[in-house]
């Protein structure tokens, strides 16, 4: 399997790479420093509408500050916010392979097409999050409401085509 390396280690970011993590998948965060040192010390402990929970400790989180991070990544998915998508895409043009697979799993119109321009060598998808995440405390995310993770290309990733899509999890 390869490796995953979630960009932006907010809600999102933490929520669907500690469900990765917690299924088992060879993930690594890209984050700041603060977030980094609660991931480090507390682990991710998610919870989902439905009462079910997981906890991925400490010591499986991979977390750094460095865009060098992803230069191992199969896959990166990006969940930064929208303002910092031009930094970011300037960042992974630097450091990722070209056959990393890139994911843009933000809010906003448009980032997928600054993550291409910035990365004419790699795959590039948009994401759809369709659900709600909160973080209830430092490394603490809820889901709170039924959804799914879902990524196609630009002609299919619409509303109205999301039956087609492939699902990333559940």
């Known amino acids: 399997m390869a490796k995953i390396c979630i960009y932006g280690a907010g809600s999102i ?47 499986r989180i991979d977390v750094s500050t460095e865009a060098s991070t992803v230069a191992s990544a199969g896959l990166v998915l990006v969940t930064v916010k929208s303002a910092a998508t031009p930094t970011v895409a300037a960042e992974l043009a630097n450091v990722l392979r070209p056959d990393t697979v890139v994911v843009s799993f933000q809010n906003g119109v448009g980032n997928a097409d600054v993550l291409r321009a910035a990365l004419p ?50």
């Open 13 to 59: 970011g933490c929520y669907i790479g500690g469900r990765l993590l917690a299924g088992g998948s060879d993930v690594s965060f890209v984050g700041r420093a603060r977030v980094g040192d609660q991931l480090r010390s507390r682990g991710i402990t998610l919870s989902h509408y439905d009462e079910r929970r997981w906890h991925v400790a400490p010591e």
């Open 121 to 170: 060598r790699n795959t590039v998808l948009e994401g759809m999050v369709r659900s709600m995440s909160s973080s209830l405390a430092p490394a603490r995310i809820t889901r709170v409401h039924r959804a799914s993770w879902r990524s196609g290309n630009r002609r299919r990733c619409s509303p109205s085509s999301m039956s087609s899509e492939k699902r990333i999890y559940r």
